[in-house]
């Protein structure tokens, strides 16, 4: 390994799509709301009818709130969208919404993936049901991802960085860390939003293990992590 040839604005992860690990729930999303730190893990269900051309026909996922007193669950997950080298597949996020449990998502066509494809997983977060005057709904909860509020004064955010387009960041070295920062102080393009009312997200079925299942980390526990060596 070159450590000078290494990209720490190229932070990926690595998905196996081997029949050997079709079975294992694979960390594919992390990250924070609502001051709820959670991931999301998958497993693929792929067609191999041929060898050297894998189609994915659907996907399980699980979300797992690790730290935070908002419970943040997945209430839909989409057809997968073709990128350039790859797909996307968005998963929709809410609080107060159930997790920690298996769904399967079923997608209306099989998608072809080659080796070494991209495939993105974009949260797409969905507003708590709240009053849109006050922020505040039944639950007594201010959405704070979606509103902001000082004492009687509430306003509506008018910008979430999760729905502008990434060419509205520059990358900004401080202190010898590569940062994210906002080219400009004005509203952003907005990314793709005419589509993304279009998209179709499936709702899932509930899976329920057969056997006993023995919580293991991270899955178990924040402060630990486990990793599997493939080669």
Request: proline fraction near 5%; glycine fraction near 6%.
């Amino acid at each position: 390994m070159n450590a000078k040839q290494l990209n720490p604005l190229d932070l990926t992860l690595t998905i196996s799509l081997s029949e050997a690990d079709e079975d294992r729930m694979q960390l594919v999303y992390a990250s924070q709301l609502y001051q709820t730190f959670f991931a999301v893990f998958g497993a693929f269900d792929v067609d191999r009818t041929d060898p050297n051309d894998l189609k994915l026909k659907g996907i399980v996922l699980q979300l797992i709130n690790y730290k935070g007193m908002i419970n943040l669950g997945i209430i839909g997950v989409s057809n997968p969208i073709i990128i350039e080298n790859g797909i996307e597949i968005r998963f929709k996020v809410k609080a107060m919404m159930p997790s920690g449990i298996l769904k399967y998502y079923g997608f209306d066509e099989a998608v072809p993936v080659k080796n070494s494809d991209r495939i993105d997983f974009q949260r797409v977060l969905e507003p708590i049901d709240v009053k849109p005057y006050t922020g505040v709904g039944d639950n007594l909860v201010h959405d704070c991802e979606f509103f902001e509020r000082d004492g009687l004064y509430n306003r509506k955010r008018t910008l979430r960085l999760d729905d502008d387009n990434v060419k509205g960041f520059i990358s900004h070295d401080s202190d010898g860390e590569l940062r994210r920062w906002l080219s400009t102080p004005a509203t952003l393009e907005r990314n793709d939003a005419r589509m993304a009312n279009t998209i179709k997200y499936h709702s899932g079925i509930l899976i329920i293990p057969h056997k006993q299942v023995i919580p293991k980390a991270p899955g178990g526990r924040c402060p630990k992590s486990k990793s599997i060596a493939k080669y």
